[in-house]
């Protein structure tokens, strides 16, 4: 590994050195390049981005931050919506079949992330492996990956990171806008649409928004058609509003209603076959057992211009309902979780170099059980937290700094938690080819109700789990150096992380039994992770584009023995390469037309939760992706775009690291243990947008 991290590396800074050496580029007059490396530019000199205190440029953001634009997330193809992220290096997915999906940040998921939609940070289950991100893909337009500690301005839980996630913009004064979608892949038979329609009438804005997809079986070529793994999605959101010179207020809604059946894995004794029961395999049909999930929000979002600055406010409600089912009319398991979130922060303008930053934040949280079966009690929570930051620009430097205290008080046991976290960075703009980025955090996460007071049979994860109520807050300490390179002909970026966590909590086993199931206890040590992010395109002429991405995390609890060493859920290191010619700009009839060729390569991974045989090595593997794209074109106005993107071209059968279904049953005919993930799929997407002038109504 270490040999081809250093084989990459010195590939990025030949590169990089060669393109310093072309003296064409001193005199290239950059404001008429069209060329995606100058969009690069624009994207660090223009793009703003809101994961750190207040609106800031990513050129001058310390924090590592990643952006996601509207058009990756078109063009991705993936059966959820954090797959349609997890190409990001530093970001992948915990999977539990083509439906069910949660993010990993630098090798940490679960409640050590925070996802923010709506303006709110999301409350459903974090905590559980087996369920996925209640969120509309089709509803988010960008997406911001803010990488490490960010317990700043988020508090507890964001220990890993933030994903941030932006709905559809506004339409301009005097605008109707929207659009109409729908895609189907070929693998899983999965069919969706998704309907829009949003306008701007004098300072009131409106919109809303419908979508619906459904999934069979998916298959493989080991395993065929997988039972268990088809899985339905419908989603409402609607936003009315007003735009005025003194600011905004907002009312949003939304619901999300999935119903995901439940990959069991079981084989038959003699054939090794999967246990189909009487459910056919392309059935758009739930099988049992499944599940019902139901998210339900409501947010009032506001902001105030101030004679200096802005006041911004913003309050929401939700409710999450987790449903499982073992036979279609017995509800074992009914967890609903009630969340109300607050936000009230000042920022002030830029005054003689200085910005500032200040606000309090929190949540109240009841849960109840409401089924036959319990895994945690229930529980009420109070969370708040204030902070401040303070941001200084001297010339081609940034500056930023800012402290954070927490309080939580939860009713089990009675037990209150306190922290105080901060972060210090800085950036330094050496000349419009090269960016140093320096930033040092300190995170914060208080123990979850599952590690604290867990008892009983966690069927997700086939083990009976017991809470740990003398758990204390885990505490890291994270450290980042980033570099960043752009050319006419190349830009590059490289990022190195350390992050030391006191306290991690984990789950070891206890030699007990209880209910037929292996007995787990929640306890914690202490962790390091660290790990490097690569990348460089090269794009010698304008329309061709030959990018790479490399990155990999070693995850460690120390003073542990070889069997409990590294942390489950480690990521594989990988490594990403993409082809990409763009046939035609301003075309007639077709425009923006690309065709592309990738590569995906997963290195082995060796570095696992061995005791217990909770995980098993994974070997490496590589996938073949294809894909085309274009605008069509009609009388000068856009009226479609049309996407069509193959993955796992060559129909490879391969596990994922990550992927919960790699511990099924073992196939006594092969030999092989758990399924499989998903063979060659073919993606077709349509997307016809429209726009109404007011006055042509």
């Known amino acids: 590994m270490k040999k081809r991290l250093l084989v990459a590396s010195v590939a990025t800074c030949l590169a990089m050195w060669a393109s310093a050496q072309n003296p064409q580029h001193e005199g290239d007059n950059h404001k008429n390049d069209t060329s995606d490396v100058f969009y690069r530019h624009l994207e660090l000199n223009e793009v703003v981005v809101t994961g750190v205190a207040g609106d800031t440029k990513l050129k001058n953001s310390t924090a590592p931050i990643a952006t996601i634009s509207t058009h990756e997330l078109r063009t991705a193809a993936a059966t959820n919506f954090v797959g349609a992220l997890a190409r990001q290096p530093g970001l992948d997915q915990i999977t539990t079949g083509s439906g069910i999906a949660k993010p990993i940040i630098r090798g940490l998921g679960f409640n050590r992330i925070v996802v923010m939609n709506d303006g709110v940070r999301q409350e459903g289950q974090q905590w559980g492996d087996e369920h996925g991100l209640e969120v509309d893909d089709k509803s988010v337009h960008t997406a911001e990956v803010l ?24 339409p301009v004064e005097g605008e109707i806008r929207g659009a109409v979608s729908g895609e189907y892949q070929t693998n899983n038979g999965l069919a969706g649409y ?9 300072g009131f804005v409106w919109d809303g928004r419908v979508s619906q997809k459904w999934a069979h079986q998916y298959r493989n070529r080991y395993d065929g058609y997988v039972p268990g793994s088809q899985f339905r999605e419908r989603n409402g959101h609607l936003r009315l509003g007003l735009n005025k010179s003194w600011g905004h207020s907002h009312l949003i809604g939304s619901i999300f209603h999935q119903t995901p059946s439940i990959v069991e894995g079981e084989r038959d004794s003699v054939t090794g076959e999967l246990l189909r029961g009487d459910v056919a395999e392309k059935t758009y049909h739930k099988a049992t057992p499944f599940q019902q999930v139901r998210h339900y929000k409501a947010v009032w979002d506001n902001s105030v211009n101030l004679p200096h600055g802005w006041l911004k406010a913003v309050v929401g409600y939700q409710q999450n309902r987790r449903q499982e089912y073992e036979e279609a009319d017995e509800c074992e398991l009914d967890f609903r979780l009630q969340t109300i979130t607050y936000d009230v922060r000042y920022l002030s303008p830029e005054m003689s170099g200085w910005k500032l930053a200040a606000g309090a934040n929190g949540m109240r949280q009841q849960s109840e059980n409401l089924g036959e079966e319990t895994l945690i009690p229930a529980y009420k929570l109070f969370d708040i937290g204030t902070y401040a930051t303070a941001t200084r620009s001297l010339r081609n430097w940034t500056l930023n700094g800012g402290v954070r205290y927490d309080h939580r008080h939860l009713d089990f046991h009675s037990r209150n938690f306190g922290s105080l976290s901060g972060s210090l960075g800085a950036v330094w703009n050496v000349n419009k080819h090269w960016n140093v980025r320096l930033n040092a955090a300190r995170g914060y996460r208080a123990p979850n109700m599952s590690e604290l007071g867990s008892d009983g049979v966690h069927e997700g994860t086939l083990r009976y789990e017991l809470g740990n109520a003398a758990l204390k807050p885990e505490h890291s300490v994270q450290g980042d150096l980033g570099v960043d390179f752009m050319s006419r002909y190349v830009s590059a970026q490289a990022a190195l992380f350390v992050n030391r966590i006191d306290g991690y909590i984990f789950a070891e086993r206890l030699n007990e039994i209880r209910q037929g199931m292996r007995t787990y206890r929640y306890t914690q040590g202490d962790a390091r992770l660290m790990g490097a992010e690569l990348g460089v395109d090269i794009h010698p002429i304008h329309s061709l584009h030959f990018s790479n991405t490399f990155s990999f995390v070693s995850a460690r609890q120390l003073h542990q023995p070889a069997l409990t060493r590294y942390l489950p859920f480690t990521p594989a290191p990988r490594w990403t390469s993409e082809l990409k010619y763009e046939l035609t700009h301003d075309g007639r009839t077709l425009n923006n037309t690309y065709i592309a060729a990738g590569l995906k390569q997963y290195f082995a991974q060796h570095h696992y939760y061995k005791a217990d045989d909770t995980e098993t090595s994974t070997p490496a593997y590589m996938l073949l992706n294809v894909s085309a ?9 856009k009226v479609a775009e049309l996407y069509v993107v193959a993955d796992n071209l060559l129909d490879k059968a391969y596990q994922s690291h990550l992927s919960r279904l790699k511990y099924g049953d073992v196939n006594v005919a092969t030999g092989r243990q758990g399924v499989y993930d998903m063979g060659r799929n073919v993606t077709f997407k349509l997307i016809i947008p429209f726009t109404v002038k007011a006055a042509e109504i």
């Open 147 to 170: 990488k490490g500690p960010a317990s700043l301005m988020y508090g507890s839980d964001a220990m890993a990171g933030v994903l941030i996630l932006h709905g559809t913009p506004a």
């Open 194 to 202: 998704s309907a829009n329609i949003g306008g701007n009438q004098n």
């Open 629 to 637: 794209g274009t605008d069509l074109r009609l009388r000068g106005r």
